[in-house]
């Protein structure tokens, strides 16, 4: 079994698929620490869903979050891990989460069950993964389109676990 304190990024560098050194605030490898970010959050929602809530679908996602990682860490590979399969798994998705939820008004504060409130931070945490991922949109324009997607299921999946759960969304009313 490999040893996990190597020390070998004591220098402040990292080793990309392939061996090559990287900075740690390179922006690649800030893209896929985003990405990390992003799947530890979706690990502590899966935590809090129960059978009816589909917990294993948020593990089929972290599972794609890990694909789209080694995508943008191997700056060698030619093909992408992800396929227009997985944005239409999520577009699906996010069609039966929103028909299950009443039409959307009016903005809506995040926020409401526990599970509702932490899918809305990993809809934000996944945004800026998006950011990050933008200079590097050309080498995954699936895994940018699966991010951009991933987004938009999050917060349907919020609403729909606030929803089932009998808790009202707060408006967002402008003061003035």
């Given at each position: 079994m490999a040893q996990l304190c190597t020390r070998t990024g004591d220098d402040g560098t990292t080793r990309l698929p392939g061996g090559t050194a990287t900075r740690k605030d390179d922006p690649r490898i800030e893209a896929c620490g985003t990405l990390?970010?992003?799947?530890a959050h979706l690990g502590l929602v899966r935590s809090l869903l129960n059978d009816q809530q589909s917990p294993s679908q948020i593990e089929v996602i972290q599972g794609l979050i890990f694909e789209l990682g080694a995508d943008v860490a191997d700056r060698d590979s030619d093909s992408e891990r992800l396929h227009d399969t997985d944005v239409l798994f999520l577009e699906s998705?996010?069609?039966e989460a929103t028909g299950?939820?009443?039409p959307l008004k009016t903005f809506t504060l995040p926020g409401g069950t526990a599970a509702a409130a932490l899918l809305h931070v990993?809809?934000?945490v996944c945004r800026r993964a998006e950011r990050r991922l933008a200079p590097f949109a050309g080498e995954v324009p699936t895994g940018f389109r699966f991010l951009n997607r991933l987004s938009d299921l999050l917060f349907a999946l919020a609403r729909l676990d606030n929803s089932e759960s009998g808790i009202s969304e707060s408006a967002w009313h402008p003061r003035h």
């Open positions: 990390d970010e992003l799947n998705a996010i069609d299950r939820c009443e990993a809809r934000t």
